[in-house]
Antibody, heavy 115, light 110 residues
């Protein structure tokens, strides 16, 4: 069955960096675009970034443009989100998701930005 | 960036019918917005119910349906059950690869 497992969350000081990973299984990873979506504590969902299946097309929300980088390694069935210059307002649970109907989501990984 | 609007909260009686809507600040929601609907229960990841306005996944209960109605995307729940109490989010696609979630609707079954 399809599984998406995020990892890499934790507590980081403002201005710091963190790399999230999303390991995929149960489907042909290289044929699907992938997303990152986040949810601040007690708040709604916010779309963060998208990467096409071949990795050549990427798109970011304005709030993370220039600070976050989405990438993928199709040989490892893994999606990444490199997050730099982190701010308190980046504190959230980060979910990865599979395109094609947005049919599958991971369980999320918590990122806390705090001094 | 566009703003996507949803009702902050709605209440439906068990067995009743309720329609949640999803509007766009840029104008009418069309098939080109590829509307999605998600259900999220406390402490859980979202679950996709509807994609491309009206298509269901294999796990989507038959009592949920999606449509485009009066310039908005709509999610109709017919025959509400206590288990349907949750937050519901819509997601719209915009030109340039931008995607915007609505603020969510807290649905109470009471």
């Amino acid at each position: 069955q399809v599984q998406l497992v995020e990892s890499g969350g934790g507590v980081v000081q403002p201005g710091g960096s963190l790399r999230l990973s999303c390991e995929a299984s149960g489907f042909t990873f290289s044929t699907y675009g992938m997303y990152w979506v986040r949810q601040a504590p007690g708040k709604g969902l916010k779309w963060v970034a998208f990467i096409r299946n071949d990795g050549y097309y990427k798109f970011y929300a304005d709030s993370v443009q220039g600070r976050f980088t989405i990438s993928r390694d199709n040989s490892k069935n893994t999606l990444y989100l490199q997050m730099n210059s982190l701010r308190v307002e980046d504190t959230a649970v980060y979910y990865c998701g599979k395109s094609g109907g947005f049919d599958y989501w991971g369980q999320g990984t918590l990122v806390t930005i705090s001094s | 960036q566009a703003v996507v609007t949803q009702e902050p909260s709605l209440t439906v009686s068990p067995g009743g019918t309720v329609t949640l809507t999803c509007g766009s600040s840029t104008g009418a929601v069309t098939s080109g917005h590829y509307a999605y609907w998600f259900q999220q229960k406390p402490g859980q990841a979202p679950r996709t119910l509807i994609y491309h306005a009206s298509n269901k996944h294999s796990w989507t209960p038959a009592r949920f349906s999606g449509s485009l109605l009066g310039g908005k995307a709509a999610l109709t729940l017919s025959g509400a059950q206590p288990d349907d109490e949750a937050d519901y989010y819509c997601l719209l696609s915009y030109s340039g690869g931008d995607w915007v979630f609505g603020g969510g609707t807290k649905l109470t079954v009471l």
